[in-house]
């Protein structure tokens, strides 16, 4: 798949992620909590221990088509990792050539990311969405990575590089509750 330019691919992910919203509601909140019905953001007062007491992960049976929406978002976001690592030391170093290479590498990673993401809004499934959430925000900050390159800024490679591994971590963990691990 060829990807768009990078100003219509930094159009598509600002207009979702401004035009993304949160209502409260069974399936919601941060980290697979219980969210606040009919309120935005936030979740439920707890019942456990905290973290110590947790459970063993319960593996969430998801049907086929969620399961490849899942499989999807993990399996083109995590090679962005590395990318972003050796973007790093591409502007570290002011090799041009490199940057140009692994830009348009992530471009594709942000193009497919921001369409998985979307397919997984409309899935239905509270985690599905939660993990196509995650995975967008995490092409948003890949973007602002390949953008902060460009113009050689390394502060701002390093932050949104750093952004969007946190988003990243959190596809992963949101994605293990599929697996059960």
Known sequence: MTSPNLSETTQRAV???????????PGSGNWGHKGRPGKRGGSAASTGGGAASAAPTQKIQLSPASRSIVDSCTDNILPAQNLLEELNLAVEEDDN?????????????????VEDANRAKKDGTPLVKSIGEAT?????????????AKIGDGNDVFRNASGASEWIDRVNSLASQVRGS
């Open 97 to 113: 050539d490199m940057i140009q290479e692994i830009s348009g590498r992530l471009d594709d990673i942000v193009w497919n990311a």
């Open 15 to 25: 207009t979702a992620r401004v035009k993304m919203t949160m209502l409260g509601g």
């Open 136 to 148: 967008r925000n995490a092409a948003f900050h890949i973007y602002q990575a390949i953008e902060g």
